[in-house]
């Protein structure tokens, strides 16, 4: 009875041990009103999620260390991040309709493991996804490339506009598809003096300035850029197309575009629900 007892010990030690070894994955709550931050150790290589009715959106020509994940109604779903050091992340995601938390400062011991050799039994689990990933993404981005030609190709009327000093920023109405959407801008500079583009930013806005408790302002990153300009030469104009992750507005909010200039003053503001 000994002799068969000394095994079953051991046998037990070992799953115990083997059940410290996994630690259960992490939650992360997102719904299609706010934008949860995600901010990593290091920049993002890659990122995917297991299900469309999750959005995780980041600098795909500029790598960045963080990310922005909004979510629809549906079934949970999982997020798996891979750091530009080799380091892979990997949650759970829930829809959730209240945000106890918004913004997530991600440790590197958070790692499940790094894909050039130290790999966790974790990382096991889900390292399909991230050898479908680069297919994935190579066939997403010319799908993206295809629709965006096409909206150049047709026109349609830019129905928010707002100028400074000579240069003139004007705007389509969004339009989705799928999980995304795609906004046509086009920039027109009548001075006589070259415009360099800083920056083309879109927020998601709650609240007025008049009440700064309530007042937020929400960056939304474009996941894909196609033909935006450096510079919009004098007397030209451009066109080109962004998209954004899908997203609705509340009630109370309402879009604001910032167009800045490289090394100059003329920065333009344009509000819109």
Not at 70 to 84: D, T
Not at 91 to 118: A, D, H, M, V
Not at 194 to 220: C, F, H, M, W
Not at 229 to 241: A, D, E, I, N
């Amino acid at each position: 009875m000994k002799k068969m007892l000394y095994p079953f010990i051991f046998l037990c030690s070992i799953c115990s041990v083997s059940a410290q070894a996994i630690k259960p994955l992490d939650t992360i709550y997102a719904n299609e009103h706010k934008a949860v931050a995600l901010f990593f150790p290091s920049t993002i290589k890659h990122g995917i999620t297991g299900s469309t009715n999750f959005v995780f959106s980041f600098n795909r020509v500029k790598q960045q260390r963080f990310g922005l994940l909004q979510a629809y109604p549906g079934a949970e779903s999982n997020l798996l991040v891979l750091g530009s050091d080799g380091q892979v992340f990997s949650y759970i995601l829930r829809y959730g309709k209240k945000l106890s938390q918004l913004n997530y400062f991600i440790p590197k011991e958070e790692s499940i493991g790094n894909e050039t050799g130290q790999t966790s039994l974790r990382f096991q689990e889900n390292k399909t996804f991230t050898a479908l990933d680069s297919k994935a993404e190579n066939s997403e981005a010319i799908a993206l490339e295809k629709l965006c030609r096409q909206l150049l190709k047709t026109p349609r009327p830019f129905n928010q506009i707002k100028q400074n000093k000579g240069v003139v920023l004007k705007m389509t109405n969004s339009m989705y598809h799928g999980d995304q959407v795609f906004v046509v801008f086009e920039i027109q500079n009548k001075s006589q003096i070259d415009y360099e583009i800083n920056a083309l930013d879109l927020y998601r806005v709650n609240g007025t300035k008049k009440r700064k408790s309530s007042y937020q302002e929400v960056p939304l990153k474009s996941v894909y850029q196609f033909k935006r300009p450096s510079q919009v030469s004098s007397g030209s104009k451009v066109q080109f197309v962004q998209v954004y992750p899908k997203f609705t507005l509340g009630k109370n909010e309402r879009l604001k575009i910032t167009l800045g200039e490289l090394n100059g003053g003329r920065n333009l503001n344009l509000k819109l629900r």
